[in-house]
């Protein structure tokens, strides 16, 4: 039986199609995972249990760097 092979720019052509094919599920599973985190941070918007942060004797200046850190 005759061994089958491709030749020249068909070889090549494969080997770009598998590569393209590969870069497409990439992308695929990151967009799915980044529907999964948007709805995940939007229920957790959205949920009453927040944190009360409460801060007590600091500095005006450091209370500030604090301040801009959280928000």
Known sequence: MKK?????????????????????????????????????????LESSSTLNLYLQNISEKRKGDIESYLF
Do not use: C
């Not at 030749?7 to 992308?27: D, E, H, M, P, S």
């Open 4 to 44: 089958v092979s491709f030749i020249g720019t068909v070889r090549y052509l494969g080997a770009i199609l598998i590569v393209i094919q590969g870069i497409l599920i990439a992308l695929l599973a990151i967009f799915m995972l980044n529907r999964t985190y948007q709805n995940q941070w939007n229920k957790y």
